[in-house]
């Protein structure tokens, strides 16, 4: 599946034949990424890619990559989104409260946690277009509103979920999690979306250049407002896989995570313009893959976490400083 | 337009509200609050609020010129950390551990600068990396958790002050600081090099076909947050002593500060005297609200409304003024 995502966009996005995209980049750095942590983690004796392997380095993307494909729409328009890490600890509590172990109640509770998210999604893009409030002030003082609240209301872990929907957190095909499925079909969807239609079109036009966009006639208020709104639902659905996993909602499972920025360096780890107008899904899944990869085959090797730490932001820096002098050789020509 | 304004109000544009904010707040902590109706009250509140202005200072630097420093935080944290483990409790250590520190704070800014100038990185992203680098770099070297302890000479900067000042009692040192600091950033931005700095935030092009030095410019910006942050930590530290939390979520706080004081994301706008009345009027709102008996979990949220509702108003301020 990932194979045919990888190639699609590079065909449809390639704006110089013949060059090396940063999609591609993406997935080259990936495979090295797979083969050098392999040998790595060979020489300690140990499989990288065994079945347990594969299936760690996908539970860690699922969470993330969900948060991450919202956060590519949001900041293919030019918007960013600070709010999905206390969005998800929210998410997760009223998702948890709701059921309270009742298996009649899931469905009431999935459907409210999601239309709670889009809510604040709403109120995310409202801010910006509306009040025009610089897009990292607004979804930060949105973040800001939702932690005091969770600080201010919850001590600990709250509610709880009826064993059915556990099923979601842990079912599996095969060594493939269920709800990484879920996520790389979701993926597939928004990138069909982007690529193929026209709301997708304007989700680009409006972040190459807003005010062309609008004299082009698009609305762009309108188009902001949507990606917002689904970057909070992608939120959303990330709370009900963490809540189907953990048994119960938790205040700060999101903020843990660092869902926020880390969603903001997979996108841009995967090739995306912070800027806006340039990049995709694909590269975001695959940004997204190899953090996860990172951290699994730190932990294979049995390194301290704070290394992780030091090799990410090192990753993240030198790996746009490549795609910004890939763009800017491309000028030149 | 900018010009009769400039003569009407001799403050720059987005500089009142705050000062009004500010100066509403100051009064109402004086009905509030016994220790207020005392000038000690009041120096307290600015020993508080020193590092926070302190590193307002810097970051309003960055945002001027149209960058985002989002690593002061965890500098901040790794400058005490470090400052514990150097000095190990040596009162003979500190004075060179204080140089060190500064040294660090300032190539810290100087990589975050370089990376983002010359290798086009954006400033979010170049410093979201040095965050995750600092955070990880700073544990990884002391293992885990803060180790060694500050010394009481160390500590003295941000805790003691200068006593027997007639009327006002003790004068803290890191008023003095701040105090000395204030005067430096004033200076500096009536100078040649603040201006182009505000120009450069304003319209980078314009300024590099005038024969501005752009890079250097906004390497510099960078160099001075990471400065700043340096000295926020030594307060820090001195202030609330060693702990691998003391700057987390400074730099959202720092950028909060700035913002409010009408300084725009983005660049070209503000200035660094309202910068640092923006620090100072948060740390009074959450003194305020602290006496008034609201909890400490819904100090986020306020701070949350706050900055929306400041930038918001901004924004409706500047349609009017076209129309």
Same mark, same amino acid.
């Given at each position: 599946?990932?194979?045919?995502?990888?190639?699609?966009?590079?065909?449809?996005?390639?704006?110089?034949?013949?060059?090396?995209?940063?999609?591609?980049? !993406?997935?080259?750095?990936?495979?090295?990424?797979?083969?050098?942590?392999?040998?790595?983690?060979?020489?300690?004796?140990?499989?990288?890619?065994?079945?347990?392997?594969?299936?760690?380095?996908?539970?860690?993307?699922?969470?993330?990559?969900? !948060?991450?494909?919202?956060?590519?729409?949001?900041?293919?328009?030019?918007?960013?989104?600070?709010?999905?890490?206390?969005?998800?600890?929210?998410?997760?509590?009223?998702?948890?409260?709701?059921?309270?172990?009742?298996?009649?109640?899931?469905?009431?509770?999935?459907?409210?946690?999601?239309?709670?998210?889009?809510?604040?999604g709403l109120v995310n893009g409202l801010v910006i277009t509306a009040l025009?409030?610089?897009?990292?002030?607004?979804?930060?003082?949105?973040?800001?509103?939702?932690?005091?609240?969770?600080?201010?209301?919850?001590?600990?872990?709250?509610?709880?979920?009826?064993?059915?929907?556990?099923?979601?957190?842990?079912?599996?095909?095969?060594?493939?999690?269920?709800?990484?499925?879920?996520?790389?079909?979701?993926?597939?969807?928004?990138?069909?979306?982007?690529?193929?239609?026209?709301?997708?079109?304007?989700?680009?036009?409006?972040?190459?250049?807003?005010e062309v966009a609008r004299l082009s006639g698009i609305r762009t208020g309108?188009?902001?407002?949507?990606?917002?709104?689904?970057?909070?639902?992608?939120?959303?659905?990330?709370?009900?896989?963490?809540?189907?996993?953990?048994?119960?909602?938790?205040?700060?499972?999101?903020?843990?995570?660092?869902?926020?920025?880390?969603?903001?360096?997979?996108? !841009?780890?995967?090739?995306?313009?912070?800027?806006?107008?340039?990049?995709?899904?694909?590269?975001?899944?695959?940004?997204?893959?190899?953090?996860?990869?990172?951290?699994?085959?730190?932990?294979?090797?049995?390194?301290?976490?704070?290394?992780?730490?030091?090799?990410?932001?090192?990753?993240?820096?030198?790996?746009?400083?490549?795609?910004?002098?890939?763009?800017?050789?491309?000028?030149?020509? | 337009?900018?010009?009769?304004?400039?003569?009407?109000?001799?403050?720059?544009?987005?500089?009142?509200?705050?000062?009004?904010?500010?100066?509403?707040? %100051?009064?109402?902590?004086?009905?509030?609050?016994? $220790?207020? #109706?005392?000038? =000690?009250?009041?120096?307290?509140?600015?020993?508080?609020?020193?590092?926070?202005?302190?590193? $307002?200072?810097?970051?309003?630097?960055?945002?001027?010129?149209?960058?985002?420093?989002?690593?002061?935080?965890? *500098?901040?944290?790794?400058?005490?950390?470090? =400052?514990?483990?150097?000095?190990?409790?040596?009162?003979?250590?500190?004075?060179?551990?204080?140089?060190?520190?500064?040294?660090?704070? =300032?190539?810290?800014?100087?990589?975050?600068?370089?990376?983002?100038? @010359?290798?086009?990185?954006?400033?979010?992203?170049?410093?979201?990396?040095?965050?995750?680098? *600092?955070?990880?770099?700073? +544990?990884?070297?002391?293992? &885990?958790?803060?180790?060694? /302890?500050?010394?009481?000479?160390?500590?003295?900067?941000?805790?003691?002050?200068?006593?027997?000042?007639?009327?006002?009692? #003790?004068?803290?040192?890191?008023?003095?600081?701040?105090?000395?600091?204030?005067?430096? =950033?004033?200076?500096?931005?009536?100078?040649?090099?603040?201006?182009?700095?505000?120009?450069?935030?304003?319209?980078?092009?314009?300024?590099?076909?005038?024969?501005?030095?752009?890079?250097?410019?906004?390497? %510099?910006?960078?160099?001075?947050? &990471?400065?700043?942050? /340096?000295?926020a930590a030594i307060l820090l530290g001195g202030f609330a002593g060693v702990? $691998?939390?003391?700057?987390?979520?400074?730099?959202?706080?720092?950028?909060?500060?700035?913002?409010?004081?009408?300084?725009?994301?983005?660049?070209?706008?503000?200035?660094?005297?309202?910068?640092?009345?923006?620090?100072?009027?948060?740390?009074?709102? +959450?003194?305020?609200?602290?006496?008034?008996?609201?909890?400490?979990?819904?100090?986020?949220?306020?701070?949350?409304?706050?900055?929306?509702?400041?930038?918001?108003?901004?924004?409706?301020?500047?349609? @009017?003024?076209?129309?």
């Amino acid at each position: 599946m990932t194979a045919t995502q990888a190639a699609q966009p590079v065909r449809h996005n390639a704006t110089s034949r013949g060059r090396v995209t940063p999609t591609l980049m !993406v997935y080259l750095a990936l495979v090295v990424l797979l083969v050098v942590g392999s040998v790595l983690v060979a020489m300690r004796g140990g499989v990288l890619l065994d079945h347990g392997g594969i299936l760690n380095i996908l539970t860690r993307s699922t969470v993330l990559g969900l !948060v991450a494909i919202g956060q590519t729409m949001v900041i293919l328009t030019g918007s960013l989104d600070l709010s999905p890490a206390y969005l998800i600890g929210l998410c997760s509590l009223i998702a948890a409260e709701t059921m309270a172990g009742d298996p009649g109640m899931v469905v009431p509770a999935v459907l409210l946690t999601v239309g709670f998210a889009a809510l604040v999604g709403l109120v995310n893009g409202l801010v910006i277009t509306a009040l025009k409030v610089n897009a990292f002030i607004a979804t930060l003082g949105v973040a800001l509103i939702i932690r005091g609240y969770l600080e201010n209301t919850y001590t600990g872990p709250a509610g709880s979920v009826p064993r059915g929907f556990q099923h979601l957190g842990y079912d599996r095909i095969g060594p493939v999690p269920l709800s990484t499925v879920v996520m790389l079909v979701i993926a597939v969807a928004v990138w069909w979306y982007l690529t193929r239609t026209k709301g997708g079109y304007h989700v680009y036009a409006v972040g190459g250049d807003a005010e062309v966009a609008r004299l082009s006639g698009i609305r762009t208020g309108r188009t902001i407002v949507m990606t917002h709104v689904l970057c909070s639902v992608m939120a959303g659905l990330a709370a009900l896989f963490l809540v189907s996993r953990l048994g119960s909602g938790a205040p700060l499972v999101g903020a843990d995570g660092g869902y926020d920025l880390e969603s903001i360096a997979a996108v !841009v780890l995967g090739g995306t313009l912070l800027s806006g107008g340039r990049g995709g899904v694909a590269g975001t899944i695959g940004g997204v893959l190899i953090l996860a990869t990172l951290d699994t085959v730190f932990d294979d090797l049995g390194v301290t976490p704070f290394l992780k730490d030091v090799v990410r932001g090192a990753v993240l820096i030198v790996a746009v400083a490549l795609y910004a002098r890939s763009q800017l050789a491309r000028r030149a020509r | 337009m900018t010009r009769t304004q400039a003569r009407r109000t001799r403050f720059a544009p987005g500089t009142v509200p705050v000062l009004v904010v500010l100066a509403v707040l %100051l009064v109402a902590l004086a009905f509030v609050g016994t $220790a207020y #109706q005392q000038p =000690a009250g009041y120096l307290a509140l600015l020993k508080r609020a020193a590092p926070l202005m302190i590193l $307002a200072i810097g970051q309003y630097f960055v945002i001027v010129s149209g960058g985002f420093d989002l690593s002061v935080g965890s *500098l901040v944290t790794a400058e005490v950390v470090i =400052a514990a483990r150097l000095i190990d409790g040596d009162d003979s250590a500190t004075g060179w551990v204080i140089l060190v520190l500064l040294l660090i704070g =300032a190539v810290v800014g100087l990589v975050n600068g370089v990376i983002t100038t @010359r290798l086009l990185v954006p400033s979010f992203i170049v410093t979201l990396g040095m965050l995750l680098v *600092l955070d990880g770099a700073v +544990f990884l070297w002391t293992g &885990g958790a803060p180790r060694g /302890a500050l010394s009481d000479s160390f500590r003295t900067i941000g805790r003691q002050g200068i006593d027997g000042v007639p009327v006002i009692g #003790q004068v803290p040192w890191s008023v003095v600081v701040l105090a000395v600091l204030v005067t430096m =950033a004033v200076v500096f931005m009536r100078g040649p090099t603040g201006r182009t700095l505000v120009a450069v935030g304003d319209n980078e092009t314009a300024v590099w076909l005038g024969g501005g030095r752009v890079e250097r410019l906004r390497t %510099l910006a960078f160099v001075l947050s &990471g400065l700043s942050a /340096a000295v926020a930590a030594i307060l820090l530290g001195g202030f609330a002593g060693v702990s $691998a939390q003391v700057g987390d979520g400074l730099e959202f706080r720092v950028i909060t500060a700035v913002v409010l004081g009408g300084v725009v994301l983005g660049g070209g706008r503000g200035s660094v005297v309202a910068a640092m009345a923006g620090a100072l009027t948060l740390e009074s709102l +959450f003194s305020l609200l602290n006496l008034l008996g609201v909890s400490g979990g819904l100090e986020s949220t306020v701070q949350g409304v706050i900055i929306i509702a400041a930038v918001a108003y901004a924004a409706i301020d500047w349609r @009017r003024k076209r129309a």
